[in-house]
C-alpha cells in the first residue's frame, strides 16, 4: 500500500510563507511522488509544480513561477513545496500526487492540506 500525507499548511498573510511535506510510505520503490495540485471550492483540481524523480527538473504553473519551488529528499521519501509571496489566490487545499513506475494511470493522493491566504 502506498500513502501520501501533506503538511505544512495554514492561514498566512499576503506576502507570508508556507513550506508544504509530502511524505510517503509504504510500497514506495513502486512510486514517484511527481508534484503538488491544488484544487479550491467550486473549481478545477489544477497543476501546482512537478520535479522529476530524479530531482533535476522541475516545472510550475505560470500563476506560481517565481514564487513557488518544488524539491525532494529521497533518503526521506518526501517532496516539498517552498512558497513564497503568497497572493489570496493561492488559498486551496493543495495535494501530493504519485504515480505507479510501471503503470503511469495509477494514481495516489494525499487527503490534502488546506492553505489560507488572508490579511
Known amino acids: 500500500q502506498v500513502q501520501l500525507v501533506e503538511s505544512g499548511g495554514g492561514l498566512v498573510q499576503p506576502g507570508g510563507s508556507l513550506r508544504l511535506s509530502c511524505a510517503a510510505s509504504?510500497?514506495?520503490?513502486?512510486?514517484?511522488?511527481r508534484g503538488w495540485y491544488r484544487q479550491a471550492p467550486g473549481k478545477e483540481r489544477e497543476l501546482v509544480a512537478t520535479?522529476?524523480?530524479?530531482?533535476?527538473?522541475?516545472n510550475y504553473a505560470d500563476s506560481v513561477k517565481g514564487r513557488f519551488t518544488i524539491s525532494r529528499d529521497s533518503a526521506k521519501n518526501t517532496v516539498y513545496l517552498q512558497m513564497n509571496s503568497l497572493k489570496p489566490e493561492d488559498t486551496a487545499v493543495y495535494y501530493c500526487?504519485?504515480?505507479?513506475?510501471?503503470?503511469?494511470?495509477?494514481?495516489?493522493w494525499g487527503k490534502g492540506t488546506l492553505v489560507t491566504v488572508s490579511a
Open positions: 509504504g510500497s514506495i520503490f513502486s512510486i514517484n511522488v
Open positions: 500526487n504519485a504515480r505507479h513506475i510501471t503503470n503511469r494511470g495509477m494514481n495516489y
Open positions: 520535479i522529476t524523480s530524479g530531482g533535476s527538473s522541475t
